[in-house]
């Protein structure tokens, strides 16, 4: 498996549960010459995401992390979803961008958080090659070899893809300015998981007085759509967290209300494992 992955196997008895954190990941590779100031860049993570999940393997499941920065190339993509405006020269397979690509934050960030450029340059085309070979294409098969071992013991699985927000929509946002909730779920309208999934984690969050919102403004990208095929019994949702409820968005650091948060995710953790432990015991 790659360095630039994590995988963190069940501690105990295993359960059909894969959480993954793709934008986590703060250590930054030496061709990553990116212009605007580091702390700058790092805006782009999901900084401490994977310390909130952490107990994830001691309830049986599957937790998988992305050690490489999203915004070097985002596993939370699709290929082809390039942005040939960032390119020095033409790229050698399909491309199909998409609404991320039309905000500058497709496959690899054009630019970094409030709409500044990321780089002074262009990128070559085998550099973004690199980027996925060496980090893209290890977490993809890191997340589908957890979520198809789980499938294939337990003949279901759900997955748990791990995010955390801004509190308030960027320049880059489809909301921007505009607040958010606490969490939101997303199941891509319904396609992704089984609709009892996404009530039963939504619910749970509300009877701990939380504001959740469902797909609204996130419904889900690339992971979970690859992953989500709820007929097969393979259901993905997509988790997002309020960043002010655990830390400083301008300066990343903790603040108070870190170790409360992180107590209710392990808490949504052992509700989850009971979910699908229930589920699994009625097939």
């Known amino acids: 498996m790659s360095d630039w992955v994590r995988i963190h196997a069940p501690a105990a008895h295993a359960v059909p549960l894969v959480f993954d954190s793709p934008h986590s990941g703060t250590t930054y590779p030496d061709d990553f010459d990116h212009c605007v100031p580091r702390a700058v860049a790092r805006q782009a993570e999901d900084t401490y995401v994977e310390e909130l999940y952490a107990a994830a393997p001691s309830l049986g499941a599957v937790l998988v992390e992305a050690l490489f920065p999203r915004a070097y190339v985002d596993p939370n993509r699709q290929l082809c979803d390039i942005d040939t405006e960032l390119l020095a020269d033409e790229w050698p397979g399909p491309i199909a961008p998409t609404r991320k690509t039309q905000q500058r934050i497709g496959l690899v960030w054009r630019v970094a958080r409030g709409g500044v450029p990321m780089y002074s340059r262009k990128l070559a085309a085998a550099e973004v090659a690199q980027r996925i070979a060496t980090c893209y294409q290890p977490y993809h098969a890191a997340v589908a070899s957890a979520v198809d071992a789980a499938h294939g013991r337990f003949g279901a699985v759900w997955h748990v893809n791990c995010h955390s927000m801004p509190a308030i929509g960027d320049v880059n946002a489809d909301d921007a300015g505009r607040p958010r909730a606490d969490f ?41 759509r690859k992953f989500g095929r709820p007929a097969e019994g393979r259901h993905s949702l997509q988790i997002e967290i309020n960043r002010r ?10 603040h108070a209300g870190f170790i409360s948060l992180k107590s209710e995710v392990t808490l949504l953790c052992k509700v989850l494992a009971g979910y699908v432990s229930a589920r699994i015991g009625r097939r």
């Not at 469902?214 to 690339?222: I, L, S």
């Open 184 to 224: 939101v779920v997303g199941d891509r309208d319904g396609s992704t998981c089984e609709a009892d999934f996404t009530a039963f984690v939504a619910e749970h969050l509300r009877s701990r007085r939380y504001k959740v919102a469902v797909n609204d403004p996130y419904k889900g990208v690339e992971l979970v």
């Open 245 to 254: 409820l655990y830390m400083n968005e301008e300066t990343l650091e903790k």
